[in-house]
Nanobody, 115 residues
Framework: QVQLVESGGGLVQPGGSLRLSCAAS????????MSWYRQAPGKERELVARIRSTGGSTNYAESVKGRFTISRDNGKNTVYLQMNSLKPEDTAVYYCKALSWREYWGQGTQVTVSS
């Protein structure tokens, strides 16, 4: 079956950096569009960034443009989210999503930005 496993979350001070990883199995990763979403307490889940299957096109939420970078390694079946200049408002559970013939979601990884 399809599995998406996120890692790399944790506690970081404002202005710091983290790199999230999402390892996929059970699907043709190179054909799947990949996205990162996040959900803060009491808020709806929101799209953070997405990348096409070829990696040639990316989109970002306005709130993270210039700070976050999504990338993928189709040889490793992994998508990444490099997060720089983190702010307290980036605190959330971050989820990986794969879109092939249907959607698949990971379990999420907690990111906490606090001094």
């Amino acid at each position: 079956q399809v599995q998406l496993v996120e890692s790399g979350g944790g506690l970081v001070q404002p202005g710091g950096s983290l790199r999230l990883s999402c390892a996929a199995s059970g699907l043709t990763f190179s054909s799947a569009a990949m996205s990162w979403y996040r959900q803060a307490p009491g808020k709806e889940r929101e799209l953070v960034a997405r990348i096409r299957s070829t990696g040639g096109s990316t989109n970002y939420a306005e709130s993270v443009k210039g700070r976050f970078t999504i990338s993928r390694d189709n040889g490793k079946n992994t998508v990444y989210l490099q997060m720089n200049s983190l702010k307290p408002e980036d605190t959330a559970v971050y989820y990986c999503k794969a879109l092939s013939w249907r959607e698949y979601w990971g379990q999420g990884t907690q990111v906490t930005v606090s001094s």
